[in-house]
């Protein structure tokens, strides 16, 4: 059961399914937003989602603001694609005590496999880790 708000972020779908998630429902601030891009993806719109029961959300529109949240399972991760800042969604999961990382990971993963893409070299795991400490000052 995933959850996520989505603004153009369509690729977010491609990668639950990839690691074989069996139920993937779309969220949208505009239900038809939500219909159109669940009709696209093979996935399920909801519009309830308060009510529904999730153990990964994931917000991926670039806007600061509040989202309504699912019911959230006591071992959920939320993700926020933002980075760089603690925003609204993070703050709120926070206060749930919801474990949240932000896309900074996912910004580093698609920059070494760009690096890999146009050098042929592949990054270690290493560096990834050290790009990361990078970001975080350690």
Request: proline share 5%.
């Given at each position: 059961r995933h959850f996520f708000e989505v603004n153009r972020y369509f690729v977010v779908i491609a990668a639950l399914k990839s690691l074989s998630v069996q139920?993937?429902?779309?969220?949208?601030?505009r239900t038809e937003a939500?219909?159109?891009?669940?009709?696209?993806?093979?996935?399920?719109?909801i519009s309830d989602v308060e009510r529904r029961e999730c153990d990964v959300c994931i917000k991926a529109i670039s806007e600061d603001i509040a989202v309504p949240l699912?019911?959230?399972?006591?071992?959920?991760?939320?993700?926020?694609?933002?980075?760089g800042t603690t925003t609204k969604f993070m703050g709120e999961l926070h206060q749930k005590n919801?474990?949240?990382?932000?896309g900074l990971p996912m910004l580093l993963a698609q920059a070494l496999e760009q690096f890999r893409f146009f050098t042929g070299i592949v990054p270690s795991p290493r560096d990834f880790s050290l790009i990361s400490s990078l970001f975080h000052g350690k």
């Open positions: 139920t993937i429902s779309v969220w949208a601030r939500a219909e159109e891009i669940a009709s696209r993806f093979g996935v399920r719109a699912p019911i959230l399972m006591p071992s959920a991760i939320g993700i926020d694609l933002q980075y919801i474990q949240v990382v932000d």
